[in-house]
């Protein structure tokens, strides 16, 4: 499996649209985003912060930390789009979102200590957890950029 670096840059070289980043995060503004969540994250996601904070193609960005400020109340931002789904559908505290598109599609990843990095498909219609889609952040980034590198 390629690292994380490996993973951006080939999207950044080869992406079918255009890409776009939220700027590298600090520690100091991830350890404020877990404390916010009330949760650790999992190292390869604090990792994905690190070097770009979030973000990839337009319109299909992945939640992040936007402008080194884990505090910006904007959708893209991982606690603004995992508070925004926790009050309007219901989303469960162990759940934090990773991919949150049109108020239709939320993947989040599981801060429980069984399923903990788990990448998990929530039903917001339903209001409950649908699918596990990826057993890591990694997994889920790997298959993320070949869907829009093909």
């Excluded at 108020?103 to 957890?129: A, R």
Aim: hydrophobic share 40%; net charge negative.
């Amino acid at each position: 499996m390629k690292t994380i670096a490996e993973l951006v840059n080939h999207l950044n070289n080869n992406a079918d649209d255009e890409v776009f980043w939220l700027g590298q995060a600090s520690d100091e503004q991830i350890h404020l985003l877990e404390s916010e969540l009330g949760a650790i994250l999992p190292e390869s996601l604090n990792s994905f912060f690190r070097l770009v904070g979030g973000g990839g193609t337009v319109e299909e960005n992945i939640s992040g930390i936007i402008s080194d400020d884990a505090l910006t109340e904007s959708h893209g931002g991982m606690l603004f789009d995992t508070f925004y789904c926790r009050k309007e559908f219901g989303l469960p505290d162990y759940f934090a979102v990773i991919y949150f598109r049109e108020d239709e599609v939320c993947w989040c990843i599981n801060l429980l200590p069984d399923e903990f990095g788990k990448i998990v498909s929530y039903n917001l219609f339903k209001q409950e957890p649908d699918k596990t889609m990826y057993d890591s952040f990694e997994l889920f980034l790997e298959e993320y950029v070949e869907l829009r590198t093909e």
